[in-house]
């Protein structure tokens, strides 16, 4: 006799793919959460980067550092995303990141994106 399934009962198969579909989502959401601690470490210290540009006289935005940035980035993506997603992902970062230190910059009175 073969194995016999009801409608409602799953086989070993479908055990197996639903454990392991919760298992991989319980392993993004861990990633998810330190994903956020970094980038809101990464903001921290570019809000650190913000006083010392005020106190220097220095404006918020530096394009070739931004350039540098990226495009150190992008040589070091292994994969599985293409080097252009993941320079998207971290404009998006910089981004972000660049309007909180010119927030904290203007509420210093230095400088903000063009110099001014």
């Not at 392991?20 to 959401?29: H, K, M, N, P, V």
Request: net charge positive; glycine share 6%.
């Amino acid at each position: 006799m073969g194995y016999q399934k009801t409608p409602t009962q799953k086989t070993p198969t479908q055990k197996t793919r639903v454990k392991s579909l919760a298992g991989w989502r319980q392993e993004i959401d861990a990633l998810d959460a330190e994903l956020l601690r970094m980038i809101n470490q990464r903001a921290a210290i570019a809000c650190e980067i913000a006083v010392i540009k005020v106190a220097s006289g220095l404006p918020a935005y530096d394009p070739e550092r931004e350039e540098q940035v990226l495009a150190r980035i992008a040589a070091k993506n292994p994969g599985p995303l293409d080097d252009q997603s993941v320079v998207a992902i971290f404009s998006s970062i910089i981004h972000e990141t660049r309007r909180l230190g010119t927030q904290r910059m203007q509420e210093q009175g230095g400088t903000t994106l063009n110099g001014t």
